[in-house]
């Protein structure tokens, strides 16, 4: 029988999931832009990023409101400054601005490490209190 721990559960792990392929798919650009490479590839990795990141905070944001939690304004404010991020390096990016947009990938990488082992692991703890 499914209760509301094993959706608790579930909805869990596939945000573990989702945060691993947000900070691969982030160190795979940090490491694009290092190295230099084509700037069409860049633009690639950035779309496909910043797709990645909409949807999946689009996604964490709606299991948070289904369940109440209290440090939701916070948290999506963080989201909404990562997605902020994200569009100033693609200004960067486009205007050929190459020492700032390592530093801005850089930054963006440091800045979602730190939301997933403080916020998220609140998050988490916090669904995991539910159960
Ligand atoms: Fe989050």
Same mark, same amino acid.
């Given at each position: 029988m499914s209760t509301i721990s094993d959706f608790n559960t579930a909805a869990q792990a596939g945000i573990?999931?989702?945060?691993e392929v947000q900070l691969s798919l982030l160190r795979?650009?940090?490491?694009?832009?290092?190295?230099?490479?084509?700037?069409?590839e860049v633009a690639h990795l950035l779309e496909q990023l910043s797709a990645y990141c909409e949807a999946h905070f689009v996604?964490?944001?709606?299991i948070m409101?289904?369940?109440?939690?209290?440090?939701?304004? $916070?948290?999506?404010?963080?989201h909404c400054h990562m997605m $902020?991020?994200?569009?100033?390096?693609?200004?960067?990016? &486009?205007t050929g601005n190459?020492?700032?947009?390592?530093?801005?990938?850089?930054? &963006?990488l440091a800045f979602i490490?730190?939301?997933?082992?403080?916020?998220?692991?609140?998050?988490?703890?916090f669904l995991h209190s539910a159960q």
């Open positions: 573990d999931r989702e945060h795979t650009l940090c490491q694009a832009v290092r190295e230099q490479r084509d700037a069409g996604s964490e944001e709606l409101r289904q369940h109440s939690f209290d440090e939701y304004e $916070d948290h999506a404010d963080d $902020d991020l994200l569009r100033v390096i693609a200004i960067d990016h &486009a190459s020492s700032e947009l390592k530093n801005i990938t850089d930054e &963006a490490d730190n939301h997933i082992s403080t916020r998220d692991k609140r998050f988490a703890d």
